[in-house]
T-cell receptor
Framework: GAVVSQHPSWVICKSGTSVKIECRSL??????MFWYRQFPKQSLMLMAT?????????EQGVEKDKFLINHASLTLSTLTVTSAHPEDSSFYIC??????????????FGSGTRLTVV | QKEVEQNSGPLSVPEGAIASLNCTYS??????FFWYRQYSGKSPELIMF????GDKEDGRFTAQLNKASQYVSLLIRDSQPSDSATYLC???????????FGSGTRLQVQP
C-alpha cells in the first residue's frame, strides 16, 4: 500500500517550452502533496505544498508563476514548469502522506522526474 | 544555522561492521523524525521513523532520538555493500507538514 506514481520518469525539453509532471496516489487519498527539487549532490528542497481544491503554498524563493501546481482531485497533483530554462534542469520529486493508518508512518515519495532543459 | 545537519561523508565501513549516522536539528519543537535511504538517481525510500526519545529497532536498523540534545542517529548493523547509499535525515518542524531534509551522509560499505 501507499504507492505514489510519478510521470514522466525523465524528460528533455527545449528552452522556453513547458513541461507537466504528474503525481498520483494510487491506493490512498492525499489531500496534501509536496513537491521537492533536488540538484546534483544536494539534498531535497521543498518547493511547494499542494492542497486539494485550493491554491498551493510556495516556499520562499520559488516562483509561483513559473512552477504551476494544480491539485484537482484527492489522487492527482501536477507540477508544470513554464518557460523552462537550463537552470531548471533538476530532479523533481513529489511526496504524499498516506495518513496515520499507514503502518510505516512515513511520507511516500514518487519515483522522481529528471528534467533536462536544452 | 541549517535546520537539519548531517556530515556529508563519505562514511566508509567494512562489510559486517556497524555504521553510525548522525543528525542534529535546530527546531526544539520538532516532533517527528525520519531516516530515508537514497540511491543515486532514485527517489528516497523510508527506512525508519521515530517520535519518542530512546531507541527504536527494525531488523538491522536502530534509530536513536535524544530530544534534549536535538540529536537523532541511525545504526546499521551487519552492513552490506547494498547498504551503500546516501542516508537522509528528515524532520517535521513546529507548525509544519512537510519534511525538512538534511544534506545527507554518503555511506560506503567495503566488501
Amino acid at each position: 500500500g501507499a504507492v505514489v506514481s510519478q510521470h514522466p520518469s525523465w524528460v528533455i525539453c527545449k528552452s522556453g517550452t513547458s513541461v507537466k509532471i504528474e503525481c498520483r496516489s494510487l491506493d490512498f487519498q492525499a489531500t496534501t502533496m509536496f513537491w521537492y527539487r533536488q540538484f546534483p549532490k544536494q539534498s531535497l528542497m521543498l518547493m511547494a505544498t499542494s492542497n486539494e481544491g485550493s491554491k498551493a503554498t510556495y516556499e520562499q524563493g520559488v516562483e509561483k508563476d513559473k512552477f504551476l501546481i494544480n491539485h484537482a482531485s484527492l489522487t492527482l497533483s501536477t507540477l508544470t514548469v513554464t518557460s523552462a530554462h537550463p537552470e531548471d534542469s533538476s530532479f523533481y520529486i513529489c511526496s504524499a502522506y498516506p495518513g496515520q493508518g499507514d503502518r510505516r508512518g512515513g511520507y511516500t515519495f514518487g519515483s522522481g522526474t529528471r528534467l533536462t532543459v536544452v | 544555522q541549517k535546520e537539519v545537519e548531517q556530515n556529508s561523508g563519505p562514511l566508509s565501513v567494512p562489510e559486517g561492521a556497524i555504521a553510525s549516522l548522525n543528525c542534529t536539528y535546530s527546531d526544539r519543537g520538532s516532533q517527528s523524525f525520519f531516516w530515508y535511504r537514497q540511491y543515486s538517481g532514485k527517489s528516497p525510500e523510508l527506512i525508519m521513523f521515530i517520535y519518542s526519545n530512546g531507541d527504536k529497532e527494525d531488523g538491522r536498523f536502530t534509530a536513536q532520538l535524544n530530544k534534549a540534545s536535538q540529536y537523532v542517529s541511525l545504526l546499521i548493523r551487519d552492513s552490506q555493500p547494498s547498504d551503500s547509499a546516501t542516508y537522509l535525515c528528515a524532520v517535521i518542524g513546529t507548525g509544519r507538514r512537510a519534511l525538512t531534509f538534511g544534506s545527507g551522509t554518503r555511506l560506503q560499505v567495503q566488501p
